[in-house]
């Protein structure tokens, strides 16, 4: 037999005269009608649609629960409606009456289903139909607060996810609100995924840590520092524990297979090699060796400002130039040639008066070689003209000695 349900109800006559509690020993059911409990109910009650009505200015339901055994639950519960305090909240509450919490309470004037749990089981806040297990609807930017307090010896801090028209975003709500992350409504397809290789962009499953993809004709990646004031910065490194390097592929497929790979060495050389040969190497001093011809660029339809050479100033300003051995700062290999202060000063050409140019050391070169050509084909015609006179010379004598000898 199931144990039986007793109510202990406080009775008053119209007058308030308190009368004894009636206590029933058996189970107790009102068939065709309601009840009603409380301080300020009336004979003749307006019960509406309420089976159990409770009138007055303090409404609570206690569940006090008196096992006395560890081994049962025992938690006393208590459903409160409104503050009974002057200026209190008016409210719906479930207290935790043994811990002295309210886990739980709905204030007077919430939004319509401001909570609700579907028969599926989604939970909607702001909708009657959830789709999804939790479903949020608001009339602007929806948006969950994760706020952490200071209570635990952590620092506080507070960050909205916030859902609108123009995308998604993470706001850092305790540091001016600043925008660490936002996906833009309309992103295209696979925009950023995590994988368990890596991060991808543009690439449903990341094959690298980093895999970027762009199918679009567009520029795929772009990094730019854009502050404002003017200042060298490291804007992309590379770092690896031993040689670190970047390799270049075309993809196309009817051209020619083509990795570039630049590379640190362990020496500290800079190194573009093909195919794991080296082509060019940069030494840690700034020294450059070339597997082939190094060129320069001279067609005549990228020139402009044409002038004329003197070159027999040229060749002047060649014998006045100082030439001295030296070496680079910390190089051991000496080296001879001019300074570029000396050789801007003498010739004013190149833009910088702390290097020289090769194109311009080459066109002094050739300058000065025409100047010493047209000066030797000049010297060889005034040599074959007195070579002439000498023999003319030599033509007369022989003839003044046969005269005389004729004699």
Do not use: C
């Amino acid at each position: 037999m199931k144990p039986a349900i007793y109510f202990s109800l406080s009775l008053f006559s119209l007058t308030f005269t308190a009368v004894a509690d009636q206590v029933i020993t058996d189970d107790l059911i009102v068939d065709g009608g309601s009840i009603a409990v409380g301080t300020d109910s009336v004979n003749g009650e307006d019960f509406g649609y309420s089976t159990v009505l409770l009138k007055e200015n303090n409404l609570r339901i206690r569940f006090q629960d008196t096992s006395n055994s560890a081994a049962f639950p025992s938690n006393d519960w208590e459903l409160l409606a409104n503050d009974s305090s002057n200026g209190g909240e008016n409210k719906f509450s479930i207290v935790d009456v043994s811990a002295d919490r309210t886990p739980f309470t709905v204030l007077a004037g919430a939004r319509e289903h401001a909570l609700l749990v579907g028969a599926d089981g989604n939970v909607g806040f702001g909708t009657a139909a959830p789709d999804r297990a939790l479903h949020i609807v608001a009339d602007d930017s929806p948006t969950i607060r994760l706020d952490q307090g200071n209570a635990g010896g952590l620092a506080a801090q507070s960050w909205d996810l916030t859902g609108n028209e123009s995308g998604l975003l993470v706001q850092d709500v305790t540091n001016g609100g600043e925008i660490p992350f936002r996906i833009r409504s309309g992103a295209e397809m696979h925009s950023l995924t995590v994988g368990a290789n890596g991060v991808g962009v543009g690439v449903s499953s990341a094959v690298y840590k980093l895999h970027v993809q762009q199918t679009e004709d567009l520029q795929t990646a772009l990094i730019e520092s854009t502050n404002a004031v003017a200042s060298a910065r490291t804007v992309l490194q590379l770092r690896n524990n031993g040689p670190a390097g970047l390799r270049i592929s075309n993809n196309n497929a009817t051209a020619s297979p083509s990795d570039w790979d630049l590379t640190v060495n362990d020496t500290g050389e800079l190194v573009i090699s093909r195919g794991g040969g080296a082509l060019v190497t940069i030494d840690a001093t700034g020294n450059l060796v070339a597997a082939g011809t190094l060129s320069d660029a001279s067609d005549v339809n990228r020139k402009e400002g044409f002038g004329e050479v003197d070159h027999a100033d040229v060749l002047e300003k060649v014998a006045d130039l100082p030439l001295k051995t030296w070496r680079y700062k910390g190089e051991d290999v000496t080296h001879i040639g001019p300074m570029a202060q000396d050789f801007q000063a003498l010739f004013k050409v190149g833009g910088s008066a702390r290097s020289i140019s090769k194109a311009d050391a080459d066109g002094v070169a050739l300058a000065s070689i025409q100047a010493l050509h047209a000066d030797a084909k000049e010297k060889a015609l005034r040599i074959a003209e007195l070579s002439q006179q000498n023999q003319a010379l030599e033509a007369r004598l022989k003839r003044l000695e046969s005269l005389l000898e004729a004699q």
